[in-house]
């Protein structure tokens, strides 16, 4: 579902909690989203950021391979290339150019650090380098490979990366793909995957391009333990971020097939997957609780259209001050935006912000601290100063909810999906890749009232077995929608 580029999104705030907040928050102003850059349309956006060398530049990072840069105006016209690095990106699904960060010295040294998956010259791998930017933009001949893990499978590929206040540079990586953790990486330390990494690019050693900060909570373990690890134990950790005034660093952790979390990252924090999903057992499907494990902050289910996290921002711009100290966080399904406030180590507020129809791709912020909020179909978002109550963009209509999850998930070679319809009437069922395109469509015309089910055999509309992933299945009738998510494995 597509954006048009209008100026204004404007919606209400949702007053009553989502069902796992402890308190109701208080009644505020209505909310407003504006179209950053209303004249400008991006390709796949991944990531926002900013330089941090008082330019008030945005970078915005496209999935296939682009990070174009644009003065921070609404009425900025032109997204010029910053660097183009597409011949060596492997793009699609969850594959691509995903994660950006500058050095804390930028302004000094030039030093960018980029997140992608390729191919190119051997197997499929997440690879860190290191580019360096002279002038208005960075050379992409300058590449210095830091880090490459080997990727078994195309999803579950992590992505963000970001210094902390520490100067070190913070790595997100999945658990390698597929569905389930096939390989256990998640509870296995001698592999990068399923963990937050932390290194020092600042001064290499022993023979890599990077150094181990000797604060790492597994330094010295031996036994193939990776000293880059950080913490462990998550499943796919597409976007973290980390609050400058606290240090804190907030993940949104993608869910197996059932519940969505937000955590805490704490350095040599286990948070429990493949053993648990959220806070509940996994694999075994009982008896998985271990002292040892770091429960979510919070999690949802995949009700009323949620189907995949996206972790944002604590909140520290200037435009909507109630918002202060709010941790911002959405679902790329349902395009609904939550905050949350934990204070002390309790939650104490954790409501519906916001619903729309915007497929939630990343979060980013500027130099200011000011939120914006990615669609994956090229438009980019912010908070607006002004208090408005007209709607220019149509809100996500009211949910069906009688769609089903798939059984088996994951599948191969064939799942069904099932679906109860309230009344009769149009009917279409889709599939869509990560990349929010419609790869298959299973049923579209009238049916009638009660129960229904269909299959899919992980096959596109062209006749070809797709790759091995997440996807998602969409179900419209009559004005409602929902989607949800399955991983097809080969």
């Given at each position: 579902m597509k954006f048009l580029p209008t100026p204004l999104l404007v919606i209400s705030f949702i007053l009553a909690c989502s069902s796992d907040s402890p308190t109701s928050p208080p009644v505020r102003q209505p909310v407003a989203l504006v179209n950053a850059f209303p004249a400008l349309n991006f390709d796949r956006p991944m990531?926002?950021?900013?330089?941090?060398?008082?330019?008030?530049?945005?970078?915005?990072?496209?999935?296939?391979?682009?990070?174009?840069?644009?003065?921070?105006?609404s009425t900025a016209t032109q997204a010029d290339v910053f660097l183009d690095i597409t011949d060596r990106v492997n793009a699609g699904g969850e594959m691509g150019l995903l994660g950006l960060a500058f050095h804390p010295d930028f302004s000094n040294n030039g030093f960018l650090f980029v997140n992608y998956t390729t191919t190119r010259?051997?197997?499929?791998?997440?690879?860190?380098?290191?580019?360096?930017?002279?002038?208005?933009?960075?050379?992409?001949?300058?590449?210095?490979?830091?880090?490459?893990?080997?990727?078994?499978?195309?999803?579950?590929?992590?992505?963000?990366i970001e210094?902390?206040?520490?100067?070190?540079?913070?790595?997100?990586?999945?658990?390698?793909?597929?569905g389930g953790d096939p390989r256990g990486h998640g509870q296995n330390k001698t592999t990068l995957l399923g963990a937050i990494a932390r290194i020092d690019v600042d001064n290499p050693g022993q023979g890599r391009n990077y150094g181990i900060p000797p604060e790492n909570p597994f330094v010295g373990d031996g036994g193939?333990?990776?000293?880059?690890?950080?913490?462990?134990?998550?499943?796919?950790?597409?976007?973290?971020?980390?609050d400058r005034p606290t240090g804190q660093i907030w993940a949104g952790d993608v869910g197996q097939g059932q519940w969505e979390e937000i955590d805490l990252i704490e350095r040599g924090g286990n948070y429990g997957w493949r053993n648990m999903e959220g806070n509940h057992c996994f694999d075994p499907s009982s008896g998985c609780e271990n002292p040892e494990f770091v429960a979510p902050i919070t999690e949802y289910g995949h009700s009323d259209g949620n189907c995949s996290v996206t972790g944002g921002y604590v909140y520290r711009g200037t435009r909507r001050p109630e918002l202060q100290g709010a941790y911002i966080y959405g679902d790329f399904c349902s395009g609904t935006l939550w905050q949350l406030r934990y204070d002390n180590g309790q939650l104490t507020e954790n409501s519906e912000l916001v619903s729309t129809s915007i497929s939630i791709s990343s979060?980013?912020?500027?130099?200011?601290?000011?939120?914006?909020?990615?669609?994956?179909?090229?438009?980019?978002?912010?908070?607006?100063?002004?208090?408005?109550?007209?709607?220019?963009?149509?809100?996500?209509?009211?949910?069906?909810?009688?769609?089903?999850?798939?059984?088996?998930?994951?599948?191969?070679?064939?799942?069904?999906?099932?679906?109860?319809?309230?009344?009769?009437?149009?009917?279409?069922?889709?599939?869509?890749?990560?990349?929010?395109?419609?790869?298959?469509?299973?049923f579209a015309g009238r049916q009638t009232q009660?129960?229904?089910?269909?299959?899919?055999?992980?096959?596109?509309?062209?006749?070809?077995?797709?790759?091995?992933g997440v996807y998602f299945y969409r179900l419209q009738a009559n004005g409602r929608i929902e989607t949800k998510r399955m991983a097809f494995s080969r």
């Open positions: 990531l926002l950021t900013h330089s941090n060398d008082g330019s008030n530049r945005i970078f915005v990072v496209e999935q296939p391979g682009v990070i174009r840069v644009v003065a921070n105006d010259d051997g197997p499929r791998r997440t690879v860190i380098s290191r580019f360096t930017a002279s002038g208005a933009q960075a050379d992409a001949n300058s590449e210095l490979r830091l880090l490459e893990v080997e990727q078994p499978f195309s999803n579950h590929n992590g992505g963000m210094f902390g206040n520490d100067g070190y540079l913070y790595i997100a990586l999945g658990d390698g793909g597929s193939g333990v990776r000293e880059e690890i950080y913490a462990f134990g998550l499943r796919n950790p597409w976007r973290f971020s980390i979060f980013g912020i500027d130099e200011q601290g000011e939120l914006y909020i990615l669609d994956l179909s090229g438009s980019i978002y912010r908070f607006s100063a002004a208090t408005t109550t007209s709607v220019d963009v149509p809100l996500l209509q009211p949910q069906v909810s009688e769609l089903r999850q798939n059984y088996p998930n994951p599948f191969n070679p064939e799942t069904r999906i099932e679906y109860t319809l309230a009344d009769a009437g149009f009917v279409k069922l889709s599939v869509y890749n990560a990349a929010g395109q419609n790869i298959r469509s299973l009660g129960s229904h089910q269909t299959s899919w055999d992980g096959r596109n509309n062209l006749g070809e077995v797709v790759a091995s």
